[in-house]
């Protein structure tokens, strides 16, 4: 596909983007998008490698390994080169119900699978996917597209984060009528409140894409908070078929000494509280301005915390991963095409690169205690150094290293560390079996929980993952439910 000596005759680019100084100022996204040509460059580069790797959405070691709604990259990668950019976005929503959202939060397993990447950068697969649809809102081309025909068939989704959000749109799509309950004050659920403005722009990219989908004929019911104001018995009594999407939400926790000290916060309260100030206009009632500021956790969602806190203003910032440093390269354990393990400084590290002058991460280290001050405020906690080291079951444990306790200033801690599924309320309500993680017992492609009608899809189902995984399990999900529903399905 492309040009077929495209990857020999040019180099990876990037768009640049904004400056951090710059960024920091506000909460408006932080990419740019390249001018055509060389988009269409970067298209060429997609070479005819006879198995492209980057569609075929596996897991290999526990991690994605290519796309799993198996987008078919190569094709309007393709299209990009030729200039046929209808074409690529038609292609595009084959697979992909929201490429908006993919296109700027997926990590790019794709990247990590591209045959190029053997041997050299890969093809730029995520900028080429997010400039197909940005190009197709602003030239008119993503319209409204309600179904011809209604089954007659009432479907209940809970939840509206991406999961939700493609059963909805698939479900709908086949001509069912279609309800999502959504607990929030807005629909979007994770891309709603989960993700920083800066990253996933609210109105001008989750709000615009709901707003299409109303238009399609589905139906959002937000401050829905099923099992507390929205009885649970209602789906079974007057919805045909029920999808459950609620996410896992339950953060996992870190229940050491001053734990209950005022200023210990889960990142995601931290990232909601935000979300809503900026799209309210005001500050954050939970503000990092002026504090010293430990994030606890080296993921996406403690990425987002970082570049939170130095657009609050805060003082110093550390985040600490109990992991040890990725390498620079891949290792002999860490063959393509599965997700690379490699160091790299996301957005937030970059702005807090250049802000404090390095990078915040501080790696096998983890916290022994939160330390108070007076009103039982956190005034420091106290960090200690540890090795990765096999007990008698052979399994690896951390161990603290004597003499390396370390005291440090905090008025704010953030806890990142990750969830542990899905909260239980409504599933005990409606008594859905469970499996041995906590997550909505319900096998993968056929969705259906322990409920006649009922099915699960998401992180409710799969545990804490990617947003793509999501979209996948959400469009299965309605599949299922369609052929649940009549017989028979269309839906891929």
Same mark, same amino acid.
């Given at each position: 596909?492309?040009?077929?000596?495209?990857?020999?005759?040019?180099? #990876?680019?990037?768009?640049?983007?904004?400056?951090?100084?710059?960024?920091?100022?506000?909460?408006?996204?932080?990419?740019?998008?390249?001018?055509?040509?060389?988009?269409?460059?970067?298209?060429?580069?997609?070479?005819?490698?006879?198995?492209?790797? &980057?569609?075929?959405?596996?897991?290999?070691?526990?991690?994605?390994?290519? &796309?799993?709604?198996?987008?078919?990259?190569?094709?309007?990668?393709?299209?990009?080169?030729?200039?046929?950019?209808?074409?690529?976005?038609? @292609?595009?929503?084959?697979?992909?119900?929201?490429?908006?959202?993919?296109?700027?939060?997926?990590?790019?397993?794709?990247?990590?699978?591209?045959?190029?990447?053997?041997?050299?950068? %890969?093809?730029?697969?995520?900028?080429?996917?997010?400039?197909?649809?940005?190009?197709?809102?602003?030239?008119?081309?993503?319209?409204?597209?309600?179904?011809?025909?209604?089954?007659?068939?009432?479907?209940?989704?809970?939840?509206?984060?991406?999961?939700?959000?493609?059963?909805?749109?698939?479900? *709908?799509?086949?001509?069912?009528?279609?309800?999502?309950?959504?607990?929030?004050? #807005? %629909?979007?659920?994770?891309?709603?409140?989960?993700? %920083?403005?800066?990253?996933?722009?609210?109105?001008?990219?989750?709000?615009?894409?709901?707003?299409?989908?109303?238009?399609?004929?589905?139906?959002?019911?937000?401050?829905?908070?099923?099992?507390? *104001?929205?009885?649970?018995?209602?789906?079974?009594?007057?919805?045909?078929?029920?999808?459950? &999407?609620?996410?896992?939400?339950?953060?996992?926790?870190?229940?050491?000494?001053? @734990?209950?000290?005022?200023?210990?916060?889960?990142?995601?309260?931290?990232?909601?509280?935000?979300?809503?100030?900026?799209? /309210?206009?005001?500050?954050?009632?939970?503000?990092?301005?002026?504090?010293?500021?430990?994030?606890?956790?080296?993921?996406?969602?403690?990425?987002?915390?970082?570049?939170?806190?130095?657009?609050?203003?805060?003082?110093?910032?550390?985040?600490?991963?109990?992991?040890?440093?990725?390498?620079?390269?891949?290792?002999?354990?860490?063959?393509?095409?599965?997700?690379?393990?490699?160091?790299?400084?996301?957005?937030?590290?970059?702005?807090?690169?250049?802000?404090?002058?390095?990078?915040? @991460?501080?790696?096998?280290?983890?916290?022994?205690?939160?330390?108070?001050?007076?009103?039982?405020?956190?005034?420091?906690?106290?960090?200690?150094?540890?090795?990765?080291?096999?007990?008698?079951?052979?399994?690896?444990?951390?161990?603290?290293?004597?003499?390396?306790?370390?005291?440090? %200033?905090?008025?704010?801690?953030?806890? /990142?560390?990750?969830?542990?599924?899905?909260?239980?309320?409504?599933?005990?309500?409606?008594?859905?079996?469970?499996?041995?993680?906590? *997550?909505?017992?319900?096998?993968?492609?056929?969705?259906?929980?322990?409920?006649?009608?009922?099915?699960?899809?998401?992180? &409710?189902?799969?545990?804490?993952?990617?947003?793509?995984? /999501?979209?996948?399990?959400?469009?299965?999900?309605? @599949?299922?439910?369609?052929?649940?529903?009549?017989?028979?399905?269309?839906?891929?």
């Amino acid at each position: 596909m492309g040009k077929p000596t495209g990857f020999i005759e040019y180099l #990876r680019e990037l768009p640049v983007d904004r400056p951090p100084a710059e960024r920091v100022k506000d909460w408006k996204e932080f990419h740019h998008h390249m001018d055509e040509k060389k988009l269409r460059t970067q298209g060429a580069r997609c070479m005819d490698c006879g198995v492209p790797f &980057c569609h075929t959405g596996k897991l290999i070691s526990g991690m994605a390994s290519g &796309c799993p709604i198996n987008n078919l990259i190569p094709e309007w990668n393709d299209l990009v080169y030729r200039g046929l950019w209808h074409e690529a976005l038609d @292609r595009l929503h084959k697979t992909n119900n929201f490429p908006e959202f993919t296109g700027r939060v997926c990590p790019a397993p794709c990247e990590g699978s591209c045959v190029l990447g053997i041997n050299a950068p %890969p093809v730029t697969i995520k900028n080429i996917e997010a400039s197909i649809t940005d190009r197709g809102w602003e030239e008119g081309w993503v319209l409204p597209e309600a179904p011809k025909v209604r089954t007659g068939k009432k479907v209940a989704v809970i939840g509206s984060g991406p999961a939700g959000l493609a059963c909805a749109a698939q479900l *709908n799509k086949a001509g069912h009528s279609v309800t999502v309950f959504e607990r929030a004050d #807005r %629909p979007g659920g994770l891309l709603m409140y989960g993700i %920083p403005n800066m990253k996933l722009d609210k109105k001008e990219v989750v709000l615009r894409r709901i707003q299409l989908m109303e238009q399609e004929g589905i139906k959002f019911i937000c401050n829905a908070n099923v099992g507390d *104001n929205v009885e649970s018995e209602i789906f079974l009594k007057e919805y045909d078929a029920t999808v459950i &999407c609620t996410g896992a939400t339950q953060p996992r926790d870190l229940p050491i000494e001053g @734990r209950a000290l005022s200023g210990v916060h889960f990142a995601m309260e931290f990232l909601t509280a935000n979300t809503k100030a900026v799209l /309210a206009g005001h500050a954050s009632p939970i503000n990092a301005k002026d504090k010293d500021v430990i994030v606890i956790g080296g993921g996406d969602t403690g990425t987002d915390c970082v570049g939170t806190s130095i657009r609050h203003g805060c003082k110093s910032l550390v985040q600490i991963e109990i992991l040890p440093k990725p390498p620079l390269e891949r290792t002999a354990d860490n063959p393509w095409p599965e997700w690379p393990k490699t160091y790299k400084m996301d957005y937030g590290q970059e702005e807090a690169a250049a802000k404090f002058g390095a990078d915040p @991460r501080i790696y096998l280290t983890t916290v022994k205690k939160f330390v108070g001050a007076a009103a039982g405020k956190l005034k420091e906690i106290v960090t200690v150094e540890i090795k990765w080291e096999k007990n008698d079951k052979g399994q690896f444990i951390p161990k603290e290293q004597p003499g390396t306790e370390k005291t440090r %200033p905090a008025q704010l801690v953030l806890l /990142a560390m990750g969830f542990l599924g899905p909260e239980q309320a409504i599933l005990k309500d409606l008594k859905l079996e469970t499996d041995a993680r906590s *997550n909505i017992k319900a096998e993968h492609e056929k969705y259906t929980t322990s409920i006649k009608g009922v099915f699960a899809a998401g992180d &409710c189902r799969r545990g804490q993952s990617l947003v793509v995984w /999501a979209i996948n399990e959400g469009r299965g999900a309605a @599949r299922e439910c369609d052929r649940y529903l009549m017989g028979s399905t269309d839906l891929p």
